[in-house]
């Protein structure tokens, strides 16, 4: 369990306290005098990355044996080879998605930095993934908010944080942002506060620091 401490002013001349207790393994949290930066690894449970990986295992021996049908060399019934051209694309759309899904698990991290002139989301996996940028008159509030369980949830696990209950949701122009699903439902709602009021803080009383948990 790491603390984050500091006090500051929100440029309103009101001082706040962060005094928060963090659990979330390889959380990093650095701020300097022009944004907030925090870093959330994927927390994943041994047995998803073991199943995950056999799952892989497998598709890499169905690929090979349509590769080899469709060589000629027959290791499955004889089949017309459109229809193995089509087994074999099927099939190799989802080994991709089993490969992303494994990739997440092992090296996936979601990286947020709060400016004041906005917020940027990363999403990557060893430095490859996708950004998405909030302007700061957008962004109606940030909070942290308990999973809303479907019961049909055809995404769980892939883009998943940890496994806890809660997540972040970064309301913008109408429309409601998920991430950070699978925090715990209380470490959420303190990220979401935290990088809500670094949305509100002016430049002059931004003071370096830098936590890290786990």
């Known amino acids: 369990m790491e603390s984050f401490r500091s006090s500051r002013s929100d440029g309103r001349g009101m001082t706040y306290m962060e005094n928060s207790e963090f659990s979330h393994p390889g959380l990093r949290m650095i701020r300097d005098s022009q944004s907030l930066r925090i870093v959330l690894p994927v927390k994943a449970e041994w047995y998803r990355r073991l199943l995950h990986g056999m799952w892989f295992l497998i598709w890499m021996a169905g690929e090979a044996v349509l590769v080899l049908g469709l060589l000629g060399r027959q290791p499955v019934p004889p089949l017309p080879q459109p229809v193995l051209v089509a087994f074999l694309a099927a099939f190799t759309a989802a080994g991709g998605f089993v490969l992303y899904r494994l990739l997440w698990y092992l090296a996936g991290r979601e990286i947020y930095v709060v400016r004041r002139d906005g917020l940027t ?94």
């Open 121 to 214: 989301v990363r999403r990557e996996i060893e430095g490859v993934g996708f950004t998405r940028s909030f302007e700061r008159p957008a962004i109606r509030r940030i909070t942290g908010s308990r999973l809303k369980f479907d019961v049909v949830y055809p995404s769980w696990g892939r883009m998943f944080i940890g496994h806890g209950e809660g997540e972040i949701l970064i309301e913008v122009d109408g429309k409601t942002r998920e991430y950070g699903k699978g925090l715990e439902v209380e470490e959420a709602r303190i990220l979401a506060s935290l990088m809500q009021q670094e949305l509100n803080v002016r430049r002059q009383d931004r003071r370096p620091s830098e936590v890290r948990a786990g």
